[in-house]
């Protein structure tokens, strides 16, 4: 049986020392965010132990104040529109690397991916650079940060949609054009139904990835935070503390259930793709 | 419709690699068309131009009369059931069928209409609502038939439609393929490597090889009259022998293989000159009754006795190195005698040996003659 093979054969001791340190990682890698939601409900304003009694009031402070609702808001409108741009731009670039034999397609493709390993403050410095006096002076604003994002989401999202657009058998979209469909028919009627699930799985990570992130945003937001940075500088104030654990609870959650979400579509799109 | 093809001049070159060599081919209406050989030989690239997924580097290609050599494949009035069907994943079966009816916009009824049709002529009623992948192989296969039938083409391409099916299903698929060929009047253009669908389905075949086409002919004449030896060795089993023409008259050319052993064979074939003879294994005889007096007649050891259920299959070895290979039906005593070591005499008529080479003595370098492969419809000089 090949899928046997790739198991390895442990002894009981062994697997009872594996599943003791699978325990402790998972402990280590999720506490600070268990706790985090515990201090969020706690009746204290200060983030310690003891516990001293629950509360929503942090809840309601957050939600009535008017700093974190328009940061709120500016995150969510960077985040989706940084998000469609960069699905865009790499579903343009996945097609052609996918299925026409591009010259030069090693180079393209780890130029497009460069911005995965290039470091964010590096990118943030040079975009701060370029928009205030550079060769592209647009002023620092939300559309600057959502420049910023697209660089940084386009990677992710193009390695979502490559391998999908790939894995499609080409004949499919021949089989369309000897039936008579035109270029256009065949994307929207063959391809786009096919690949749907994973346009929207990579639209989710790309959100999910501009209201997460803080470094590209703090350099170029200007006047109007971001969540995130909204968020990073109000830890300077220690009356503040209380009302963004909320706030940082909210993010957290919301950006598990975008991540599973765009997991499960990209999961149901393998099973259309087998028909089921 | 009329649903003739022709091919002219036609050649296709990937970079420096030529895929397809200068073919010129004509493919009657409602013929029933083979293209065989192995993979590599230009086949399958050929059929894509006809359906122009490839555009000829050279060459013209025209259907029903009409040039087609540039014409985008939406746009010409062939179809094609590809390798692995390409059914469209996310489409019901009805929806998989309907797709090029409504592509055209033909009127809702008539879409209807037809897509039944064409759903009950490859006996798919009851599936129209099912996905491919709830499908067995032969039901996706009678899918993808349907799917191009359905837009009555003057011609079909198949590109080997039935290599995902098991030995049992792919027996049945061809004679139902024929049957729908028949019942169309549609033109079939198919391609394969195997010999035997060839050989089962065809009106004509044209083997091909190395980008051109060796012998272009009906399934009788391939088999029984190879015209090169790559032919003879590529369809059905083959013994190919190299000979030297002793006495040349009247047609027909006897080559002497040791005393009282010759080979005789109806060729024009100079005395002197290097040929290649291939014999059929189920040509030879173990007996030389009823013969005629100019039958060749052949002694050697046998080397090895294969059974084969219906027949045995017999290896002789014979003086001069060479060896044949002779297949007879288990119905002869003969062949059920027949033991390694034993010395044997073979017979078969004249007209059971074929000359597939004839080089004139005086070019002919060596012993060895080099096949001539110029096919039927491709008068060309040998290709190199």
Redesign the interface.
């Known amino acids: 049986m090949a899928r046997d093979s790739t198991f390895v054969v442990i002894s009981p001791n062994g697997k009872r020392l594996l599943t003791l340190f699978f325990a402790i990682f998972l402990i280590i890698l999720y506490l600070p965010t268990v706790l985090l939601i515990l201090f969020s409900f706690n009746d204290s304003t200060v983030a310690t132990f003891p516990l001293v009694g629950f509360t929503t009031k942090w809840y309601g402070l957050a939600i009535h104040s008017e700093e974190i609702r328009l940061s709120l808001l500016a995150s969510l409108r960077v985040g989706l529109i940084s998000a469609f741009i960069a699905t865009l731009l790499a579903l343009m670039a996945a097609y052609p690397l996918a299925r026409r034999n591009v010259r030069g397609r090693p180079l393209i493709s780890a130029m497009l991916l460069v911005p995965l390993v290039v470091p964010t403050v590096v990118l943030g410095v040079a975009l701060l650079i370029l928009f205030q006096k550079g060769a592209i002076p647009i002023g620092l604003g939300l559309e600057s940060v959502m420049i910023g994002h697209v660089i940084i989401a386009l990677p992710f999202a193009l390695l979502i949609l490559l391998p999908r657009i790939a894995s499609i058998d080409k004949r499919l979209e021949e089989a369309a054009y000897d039936l008579g469909a035109t270029g256009l028919q065949t994307f929207r009627i063959i391809l786009l139904p096919l690949i749907t699930p994973s346009i929207i799985s990579a639209f989710l990570i790309s959100f999910v990835f501009s209201i997460d992130e803080v470094v590209i945003a703090s350099f170029l937001a200007g006047d109007q935070a971001t969540y995130p940075v909204y968020l990073y500088s109000g830890l300077k104030f220690p009356e503040k503390t209380q009302t963004l654990i909320p706030v940082a609870t909210v993010m957290i959650v919301l950006s598990f259930l975008f991540a599973i979400g765009a997991e499960m579509i990209r999961r149901y799109g393998d099973r259309r793709l087998q028909g089921r | 419709m009329d649903g003739h093809i022709v091919l002219a001049g036609v050649t296709k070159a990937f970079g420096e690699n030529v895929v397809v060599d200068n073919i010129d081919l004509t493919i009657g209406d409602g013929e029933f068309f083979s293209m065989l050989g192995p993979s590599g030989c230009g086949k399958t690239t050929t059929l894509r131009m006809i ?3 490839e555009v000829p580097t050279l060459g013209s290609i025209s259907l029903t009369g009409e040039d087609v050599t540039r014409v ?4 010409r009035n062939v ?2 059931v ?3 069907y ?5 489409m019901t079966v009805q929806e998989n069928v309907e ?2 009816l409504r ?2 916009k033909v009127k809702r009824q008539e879409v209807k209409a037809r897509a039944a049709e064409a759903i009950q002529s490859v006996q798919l009623e009851g599936f129209e609502e099912r ?4 499908l067995s192989g032969g039901q996706q296969q009678r899918v993808a038939l349907a ?2 039938l359905v ?1 009555r083409p003057a011609a079909l391409l198949l590109d080997e439609p039935l290599g995902a099916l098991d030995m049992k299903l792919r027996k049945e698929m061809q004679l139902e393929l024929k049957e729908i060929q028949v019942r169309t009047g549609t033109t079939f253009v198919y391609v394969t490597h195997d010999q035997e669908e060839a050989l089962t389905m065809s009106d004509r075949i044209a083997v091909m090889n190395n980008g051109i086409i060796e012998q272009c002919a009906g399934p009788r004449e391939i088999y029984e009259h190879p015209r090169t030896a790559f032919v003879a060795g590529f369809i059905g089993t083959s013994n190919l022998v190299n000979l030297r023409v002793d006495r040349s008259a009247g047609g027909c050319a006897t080559m002497d293989v040791s005393t009282g052993q010759r080979i005789v064979a109806r060729s024009d074939a100079k005395a002197g000159s290097s040929v290649q003879v291939t014999i059929r294994p189920e040509k030879i005889h173990l007996r030389s009754d009823g013969l005629g007096d100019d039958a060749s007649s052949v002694g050697g050891r046998i080397s090895d006795v294969v059974y084969l259920g219906s027949m045995t299959q017999i290896i002789v070895d014979l003086a001069t190195g060479e060896r044949l290979t002779v297949h007879r039906l288990n119905d002869e005593a003969a062949a059920a005698d027949a033991k390694v070591g034993d010395t044997i005499t073979l017979h078969w008529a004249a007209e059971n040996s074929f000359v597939i080479a004839g080089l004139p003595a005086d070019a002919s370098g060596g012993t060895d003659a080099a096949p001539s492969t110029s096919g039927n419809d491709n008068g060309r000089e040998a290709h190199e």
């Open positions: 359906a122009g997924f985008p494949p939406a746009k179809n094609m590809f390798q692995a390409a059914l469209f994943p996310h797709f090029g592509i055209k996905k491919p992948a709830q799917r191009a837009n």
